[in-house]
């Protein structure tokens, strides 16, 4: 794409970096039948071509953001399927993210939006404030109807994903570090996440365990908190960079202590954004380094626990698990295969969802932002699920998780869970019932060493 951004123009570093992205598209239009906005809308404005041609009329001219501009950027999902299909390897992440922060230092929103906005990134970052919320939440589900006649989508969207009932508490909480008892074989710094936490905690109980098992200390370092994503994908930048040098900090003390192996996170929504810590702090002088050693140590726990020997399965199951591979995940880190190959070997029969590239819907808080179009999206891909006729769904990102339950009559669980229970943990929550189609493996009551003379 032939750009036409003036010297001055170009002295801005976010500029700069946009003509880069912008002259590697060569208009194929190869994007627009992976975009999910697109396939809903057939709109050419809400696929990335179309959005890559608005950026490049908004920031070469010079303007300020329009809303005919900035509600095709907001529609966006961020789920990089487009980047994934690309042939000409256009990093339409980092665009995005430069429309974002132009929209929202040059455009304006309606009160209603804005207050929605604040809510969120004031709220759901922080695990404190946000399990309060959600021990009000199920009051709330009540109100939904309500807001929906009152013409406040969002609102209503909030109420409907509150869950029904208070979250539980997890075993594990907090900063410190869980030892495995038997011969320790590695040290790893897992994330806790922020909504994860409260909404399912024993995502990360299972986790722990499962290393644990396999002789990994774990470490929550204390003041580590977000990971930053939610704010810069609604354009606040400023609070997304915060929140990774609060992470950088409390990260590279442990890293000093020596024996890190890896950073574990288990929601992959949070895996993107950490691995690209590199490039969100690469102007910031005493975190650039420091930032591109984070991202580098960064896995996804599929992505560890496939280079890792965590031993043969203590029980053996013969259910049918559809797994929804989510775009954070498969397009955001390329981790595509290890979940899989992890959970065939955990002893399940994996099935993979008919049209898999294409986003959930839940995208962060999209789901609450763009309610039409992430119901449709939803809709979809519950459709494909069910097409399957699955015995229980597995994905590794908490906010596709509360996406798609509510659409399924199957249990959705989390990846790490199922692999948990195969290696000797407890049956994840939902599904005691098929509790009785898990057989445990035969224990030898004789180890190696007895069949072994000197």
């Excluded at 990134?121 to 695990?127: A, F, G, I, N, R």
């Excluded at 053996?316 to 065939?344: D, E, F, N």
Aim: with cysteine.
């Amino acid at each position: 794409m032939q750009t036409n951004f003036t010297n001055e123009q170009l002295e801005d570093p976010d500029v700069r970096e946009a003509n880069r992205i912008l002259r590697r598209c060569v208009h194929c239009g190869f994007c627009t039948a992976t975009c999910p906005t697109y396939v809903v809308l057939g709109d050419e404005r809400d696929s990335p071509r179309g959005r890559i041609y608005a950026i490049k009329d908004m920031l070469e001219n010079g303007r300020d953001a329009k809303p005919e501009v900035s509600v095709h950027i907001d529609r966006c999902l961020s789920c990089f399927s487009c980047m994934t299909t690309c042939p000409s390897g256009v990093d339409y992440m980092h665009l995005v993210e430069i429309a974002r922060k132009h929209i929202e230092k040059t455009g304006s929103r309606s009160f209603k939006d804005r207050l929605i906005r604040r809510v969120l990134t004031e709220l759901v970052p922080y695990p404190n404030r946000f399990r309060w919320a959600m021990r009000v939440a199920p009051l709330g589900r009540r109100f939904s109807r309500v807001f929906k006649a009152l013409n406040l989508p969002q609102l209503a969207a909030m109420a409907d994903l509150a869950p029904p009932q208070a979250p539980r508490s997890g075993r594990f909480r907090g900063p410190g570090r869980a030892s495995p008892t038997g011969v320790r074989t590695g040290r790893v710094i897992m994330l806790a996440g922020c909504a994860q936490q409260v909404l399912r905690p024993e995502i990360n109980d299972a986790t722990i365990r499962l290393f644990a098992r396999g002789g990994i200390d774990v470490v929550v370092s204390a003041g580590a908190g977000c990971c930053g994503a939610l704010s810069q994908h609604i354009g606040h930048e400023d609070k997304a960079i915060a929140a990774a040098k609060v992470n950088v900090d409390a990260w590279s003390k442990e890293i000093k202590k020596g024996g890190v192996d890896a950073i574990i996170i288990n929601t992959s929504g949070c895996g993107t954004t950490v691995k690209d810590y590199g490039h969100l702090l690469k102007n910031e002088p005493d975190y650039a380094e420091r930032a591109k050693t984070i991202s580098a140590m960064a896995k996804d726990i599929t992505e560890f626990l496939d280079a890792y020997d965590i031993g043969a399965p203590k029980r053996w199951s013969s259910l049918k698990v559809a797994y929804h591979s989510a775009c954070s995940l498969q397009h955001g880190q390329r981790v595509t295969s290890q979940p899989k190959a992890l959970l065939k070997k955990a002893g399940f029969t994996v099935m993979d969802v008919p049209e898999s590239h294409l986003c959930c819907g839940s995208a962060g808080v999209y789901n609450i932002l763009q309610p039409e179009i992430s119901g449709a999206l939803r809709d979809r891909k519950v459709g494909n699920i069910k097409s399957l006729r699955p015995d229980v769904v597995a994905a590794g990102n908490i906010g596709c998780m509360n996406q798609l339950a509510p659409g399924l009559d199957v249990p959705v669980v989390h990846t790490v869970e199922l692999l948990d229970w195969a290696h000797g943990g407890p049956v994840p929550p939902g599904l005691e019932h098929l509790a009785r189609y898990s057989t445990d493996v035969p224990q030898p009551k004789r180890s190696v060493e007895d069949y072994i003379r000197a």
